[in-house]
């Protein structure tokens, strides 16, 4: 652990926050922490590579966002402990400041946090966090240091690191090409339609096209019932997957962002919400690597945030439009 959480410091090293200009790669990232009622003592090597200001009452925590010059980071700790009224105040001075935010949570308060939160604060979620998770969060908010050359020794840390980003980017441009209009590679392309080029042969004789609308309703399916049974077969390749964990390691088969977007998908067909906790713990994965892949697809345009119409303090996250699309092309590829 402690060799992972130094290869951490090292990426932190190589990035500079923005947020007023000022900071420079020679002193600490300035931090505000925000605590009420648990233990703010930073640990450590999380200190060692901050300036930490406070612990901050909550209550006064938007003033002196405010009103004082600006800290790199707000680190919020305990979030599940504060009413909805401090965290909007919170979070409109953020946003009115650029501010970016490290936000310790429960699971059981993501929902409501989050929807206090507005989407513009660039933020990192943390949910039973340590510190190399608080490390990873606080190299997520910077950003990259310009101009700069660094010489530095490379370890199989560091390695393994690389490799994981290249996978991650591998994964967004496959994403990226599902929700393409044209599909993956190889994806069919639709036949022309009967009697589409008959103009260029106006001495043939061919037959009127055929109009199937007039099928009668009792042959055709029920659209309803068609999205019912895939989204049972949908649910059941997710029980499936989990299955899997009886008998194998549960992470050698991690595969979040799949699982969420077979969950949204059932979810959507289902016609039912899905709440940022409930996604959480589709994913399979911790809920801080779950949260940080939704950001990532959220992102990438895969998935929206949709308030809940009945309760502002929780939001949904649906699939977006050409998400959806590409799934289904997927399941109905699948049928053949």
């Known amino acids: 652990m402690e060799h992972v ?24 990232m300035s931090v505000l922490l925000v605590a009420d009622g648990c233990d703010a003592t930073p640990e450590p090597a999380v200190a060692a590579r ?42 409109e001075a ?22 206090a939160i507005p989407p513009s604060v660039r933020t990192e979620w943390l949910v039973e966090a340590d510190s190399a998770d608080r490390l990873m969060a606080v190299a997520a908010l910077q950003s990259p240091r310009l101009m700069a050359v660094n010489d530095m020794a490379r370890d199989d840390t560091m390695e393994r690191i690389d490799r994981l980003q290249e996978e991650v980017a591998r994964i967004a441009r496959l994403l990226g090409d599902l929700t393409a209009p044209r ?21 043939q004789l061919r037959s009127p096209p055929r109009d199937y609308a007039a099928t009668p309703r009792s042959f055709l399916p029920e659209e309803r019932s068609i ?44 016609r039912q919400p899905v709440s940022v906790s409930s996604l959480c713990i589709a994913a399979a994965v911790p ?40 799934m289904a092309r997927y399941f109905e590829a699948l049928e053949e």
Do not use: N
Request: aromatic content about 6%.
């Open 5 to 28: 959480m130094r290869s951490v410091a090292m990426l932190a090293d190589q990035e500079r926050p923005v947020w007023q200009g000022a900071s420079s790669p020679e002193r600490p």
């Open 287 to 326: 809920a801080t690597t779950a949260l940080r892949w939704i950001k990532t697809m959220t992102d990438a345009g895969l998935f929206l945030r949709e308030a809940d119409p009945d309760d502002g303090r929780r939001i949904f996250i649906a699939l977006a439009e050409g998400a959806f699309d590409a």
């Open 227 to 270: 999205d019912r049974q895939r989204a049972k077969g949908v649910r059941r390749m997710l029980r499936q997957r989990r299955m899997r964990e009886q008998y194998f390691p549960a992470d050698l088969f991690a595969d979040p962002a799949w699982d969420m977007l077979l969950d949204l998908y059932a979810a959507r067909l289902e």
């Open 183 to 203: 599909g993956l590679p190889g994806t069919p392309k639709p036949y022309a339609a009967h009697g589409e080029a008959a103009g260029d042969y106006p001495g």
């Open 50 to 91: 901050l300036r930490v200001t406070g612990p901050v009452a909550p209550a006064r925590s938007a003033g002196h966002v405010r009103d004082t010059i600006s800290p790199d980071i707000v680190w919020l700790r305990g979030a599940e402990r504060l009413d909805d009224a401090v965290l909007a105040e919170l979070g």
């Open 94 to 115: 953020l946003a009115a400041r650029g501010g970016r935010l490290m936000c310790e949570t429960s699971l059981a308060a993501l929902d409501r946090v989050a929807a």
